[in-house]
């Protein structure tokens, strides 16, 4: 597989550094975001999921219309959408869009979080759940015929799509970092996502993953999706100074976008996720591991989703990014602390020199 880029599109122009600068969904800024990315030769946008936020699948929609390359990601919580409703809406989308369509699937990082929309499960059995779903997405695609379904967690009888994925079929990724998230993405999933850890780290969880995948009998493993907040400046010391320079933003702004439904803020006690966990332990090794890898916007986040920063020069993040596609990641998220402006300087001084190293290899 080549190795392909991924950003995010959120539905206006806040951030961490600006909490205030929009609310509610923007068309415009979407408009604009999503055609940086697709013309600066990112491949994937993901659309992201909060219990507050605007709807993944309108945004998706939406970025499709005005796009002519870039493939969405649509974030779905299992609780929020019955699954052969998800089946038809997204193979619905997947055919407007030729095909352009991959789904995201969340857990919930916490209980506190699916609890706003009524979800009552545990951790595990939020995973089990997925299990179970994933399998009548797969089903609902490949079937002619009409079907029953009788699981722990959903049970209908004939239900028969009229509409099927574009392509037969549409990539299902996870993330996570527990031993059920390893479990069902390692059996079940096309796209296996990570936060940005240190390589060896990486390389333990990878391992993890595609022992699963084993187990489960597949003769094909996920691909990696590892996810960073790259700080980019045109020499490694003035990338530096900017990097300390949002870190004295992001503290000094944490009241502002703790209240900010779509960013999520701060979380104050001890996080329940496991990846979160992973991330502020690793943090109390150093400030910086390997390369370029910096921990310190994960302490002030409180590890709070993606959070670890590769900081340097375009050469430096490059070189950075290519660690970790010899370690078998070839799905690379990168999404800075100014949306528009980052994604522009990615697509114009990162990812032309990761291809062109890549090509050299090749």
């Not at 994933?134 to 799509?161: N, T, V």
């Not at 079940?188 to 595609?210: M, N, S, V, Y």
Request: proline share 6%; glycine share 8%; aromatic share 10%.
């Amino acid at each position: 597989m080549p190795v392909e880029f991924i950003s995010l599109t959120p539905p206006n122009a806040s951030d961490e550094l600006n909490p205030d600068r929009g609310s509610g969904v923007d068309p415009d800024y979407i408009i604009r975001h999503s055609r940086v990315l697709d013309d600066y030769g990112f491949n994937y946008t993901l659309v992201p999921y909060g219990s507050g936020g605007p709807d993944p699948f309108t945004i998706g929609a939406s970025i499709i219309a005005v796009t002519k390359h870039i493939k969405v990601i649509i974030a779905l919580r299992p609780n929020t959408v019955y699954p052969t409703v998800a089946a038809k809406a997204l193979a619905t989308l997947d055919h407007l869009s030729k095909g352009r369509v991959v789904v995201h699937f969340i857990a919930g990082a916490t209980d506190a979080e699916q609890l706003k929309e009524g979800d009552t499960l545990s951790k595990d059995e939020r995973y089990d759940r997925m299990d179970e779903y994933i399998r009548i997405l797969r089903r609902a695609w490949a079937s002619a015929e009409p079907f029953d379904w009788d699981g722990k967690y959903y049970q209908f009888k004939q239900f028969a799509a009229a509409i099927r994925p574009a392509g037969g079929k549409i990539p299902v990724s996870i993330g996570g970092s527990s031993d059920a998230a390893y479990r069902v993405g390692g059996s079940l999933c096309d796209i296996f996502g990570l936060w940005g850890e240190p390589l060896a780290d990486t390389k333990e969880q990878i391992d993890r993953i595609f022992a699963e995948a084993a187990k489960a009998g597949r003769t094909d493993r996920p691909r990696i999706w590892v996810t960073f907040r790259p700080i980019l400046a045109e020499t490694d010391e003035l990338a530096w100074a900017k990097a300390h320079k949002i870190l004295e933003a992001i503290e000094a702004k944490s009241a502002k976008y703790a209240s900010n439904v779509y960013l999520g803020g701060l979380v104050a006690s001890e996080p329940q996720n496991v990846g979160s966990q992973r991330l502020l332990d690793i943090a109390k090794r150093g400030d910086v591991q390997d390369r370029a890898l910096w921990y310190p916007t994960v302490t002030a986040t409180g590890a709070r989703g993606a959070s670890t920063a590769l900081v340097g020069s375009p050469q430096t993040i490059s070189d950075s990014i290519l660690d970790y596609v010899k370690l078998g990641a070839d799905l690379i998220s990168i999404r800075g602390y100014d949306n528009l402006g980052d994604a522009t300087d990615y697509g114009r001084f990162v990812l032309p020199r990761v291809r062109e190293a890549l090509q050299e290899k090749a």
